[in-house]
């Protein structure tokens, strides 16, 4: 093992999945596991895709630093923890809650602004607003986090052109947006191989849907925040998720 292969640490495993690295000090960015690959990001850089353990993935970071390259985006503090047992359970999706009242309708038009999100290649930080509400997210092409609106994402009167083009000040050229999305988005999948399992059929949407709707409104209430981590957690198969829940809730819908 040379120097730099060994130069550099890892923080602890933070509630968003992250793993920060320091380079000889400096903050470099961090890692991230996600579909059985390990990523690397340093804010305002570009990196290379997929790699296949922790190592190689802070091995990029370390090789940014030593060609003198360093985060241009601060980034994003660590949120702190409430030490009950909800919130440990809870961890790694309830700052995604939808800012809406949770009905069975806002957590599913949720996974899909989320699912559409992960298209486009932005990571939410915070619940869906809404449409026409600023909503915190991260740039997945260069590490920039801003406010963006969902309506100017997801297209409007028929045109589904994101707005603005180019994506936020500061991105990447337009002209490299395309495969830059591609190389972000590799890691999508038709199904969810998790090791806690989201619904992508739409027999376990409505297995879901139903159980939050059963503990909703009860002393149970604590209960529907769990079940929602089945919708709200980030997942590779986010797309199906979000259209079987869709079909899930016309089903539920049609029977009252
Ligand atoms: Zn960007
Ligand atoms: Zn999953």
């Not at 292969?5 to 690295?21: F, K, N």
């Not at 986090?145 to 309506?151: A, L, T």
């Not at 806690?196 to 149970?220: C, E, M, N, Y």
Request: proline content about 8%; overall charge positive; some cysteine.
């Amino acid at each position: 093992m040379n120097n730099e292969q060994q130069s550099y640490q890892l923080g602890a495993r933070e509630e968003s999945g992250r793993y920060p690295v320091k380079v000889g000090g400096i903050t470099a960015g961090y890692i991230y596991r996600r579909h059985g690959s390990w990523y690397s990001v340093m804010p305002g850089h570009r990196t290379d895709g997929r790699c296949a353990d922790r190592h190689a993935a802070a091995q990029a970071l370390v090789h940014l630093i030593n060609q003198g390259q360093r985060p241009t985006v601060p980034p994003q503090s660590t949120r702190p923890h409430t030490p009950t047992a909800l919130a440990r359970a809870t961890a790694s999706y309830t700052y995604l809650i939808p800012d809406l009242r949770p009905t069975l309708a806002n957590l599913v038009r949720a996974a899909e602004a989320m699912a559409r999100l992960a298209e486009l290649g932005w990571s939410p930080l915070a619940g869906y607003p809404g449409a026409d509400q600023p909503w915190m997210m991260q740039c997945r092409l260069c590490g920039w986090e801003g406010r963006r609106f969902w309506s100017h994402l997801r297209g409007r009167n028929g045109d589904l052109t994101p707005r603005p083009i180019t994506r936020h000040p500061g991105c990447l050229p337009v002209a490299d947006h395309e495969e830059a999305i591609q190389k972000v988005t590799a890691e999508q999948a038709t199904r969810c191989e998790c090791p806690f399992t989201h619904p992508t059929s739409v027999p376990q949407a409505l297995d879901v849907l139903k159980s939050i709707q059963a503990a909703r409104g009860t002393r149970h209430d604590a209960r529907a925040i769990l079940f929602s981590r089945a919708i709200l957690e980030p997942c590779p198969a986010s797309t199906n998720r979000a259209k079987a829940l869709r079909s899930a809730l016309g089903l539920i819908s049609s029977q009252k």
